[in-house]
T-cell receptor
Framework: DAGVIQSPRHEVTEMGQEVTLRCKPI?????LFWYRQTMMRGLELLIY????????DSGMPEDRFSAKMPNASFSTLKIQPSEPRDSAVYFC???????????????FGEGSRLTVL | GNSVTQMEGPVTLSEEAFLTINCTYT??????LFWYVQYPGEGLQLLLK?????DKGSNKGFEATYRKETTSFHLEKGSVQVSDSAVYFC?????????????FGTGTQLKVEL
């Protein structure tokens, strides 16, 4: 079975450019999460969706970041305009269990490594 | 809010050495606790979990016991292998600002040498 699929795996862009990261969750999973990983801050939850609806976006750093989930099999994380401090690995994860269910397990994609010059 | 504190790495061990990675947590209520592992170039994957006090999670020779009295969930393995080299994340599932979600520690890098 296919896991969580993210694209691109690597992105190098210049400051000010728009960046779009993509995620396809595991089929049947109705929760989708976007995380950012940096050396300084570790793994941070940016936003999560349930049945395509954003539930908690309190981790989105600022208005330059936006996320959408137009259908159950696709989500995007957009940064516009990008800045060097946005350089990080961005992970998408999905699960079929609500986060509050104690046995819930997240399935992570391989990540998108973003470098903003 | 909820938080997870892990020992800083990197931890460097020789093959067949004993491993302990410390993890303590702060949470309201009764969270579930997890260890995730991230191999180079890959996403995180669940290693083991424990859902209530005194539970022991185990997988692939790793184990961790949910200690409510010390709010700890230390990861141990009796004999590490080179293939165990990875970053290990302690996490808890519980209610925090914005709802129920997983809160991760900062990760501990393990390097196992021959």
């Amino acid at each position: 079975d296919a896991g969580v699929i993210q694209s691109p795996r690597h992105e190098v862009t210049e400051m000010g450019q728009e960046v779009t990261l993509r995620c396809k969750p595991i089929s049947g999973h109705d929760y989708l999460f976007w995380y950012r990983q940096t050396m300084m801050r570790g793994l941070e939850l940016l936003i999560y969706f349930n049945n395509n609806v954003p539930i908690d976006d309190s981790g989105m750093p600022e208005d330059r970041f936006s996320a959408k989930m137009p259908n159950a099999s696709f989500s995007t994380l957009k940064i516009q305009p990008s800045e060097p401090r946005d350089s990080a690995v961005y992970f998408c994860a999905s699960t079929s269990s609500p986060p509050m269910v104690s046995t819930g397990e997240l399935f992570f994609g391989e990540g998108s490594r973003l470098t903003v010059l | 809010g909820n938080s997870v504190t892990q020992m800083e790495g990197p931890v460097t061990l020789s093959e067949e050495a004993f491993l302990t990675i410390n993890c303590t947590y702060t949470a309201t209520g009764y969270p579930s606790l997890f260890w995730y592992v991230q191999y180079p170039g890959e996403g995180l994957q669940l290693l083991l979990k424990a859902t209530k006090a005194d539970d022991k999670g185990s997988n692939k020779g790793f184990e961790a016991t949910y200690r409510k009295e010390t709010t700890s969930f230390h990861l141990e393995k009796g004999s590490v292998q080179v293939s165990d080299s990875a970053v290990y994340f302690c996490a808890l599932s519980g209610f925090t600002g914005g709802g129920n979600k997983l809160t991760f520690g900062t990760g501990t890098q393990l390097k196992v040498e021959l």
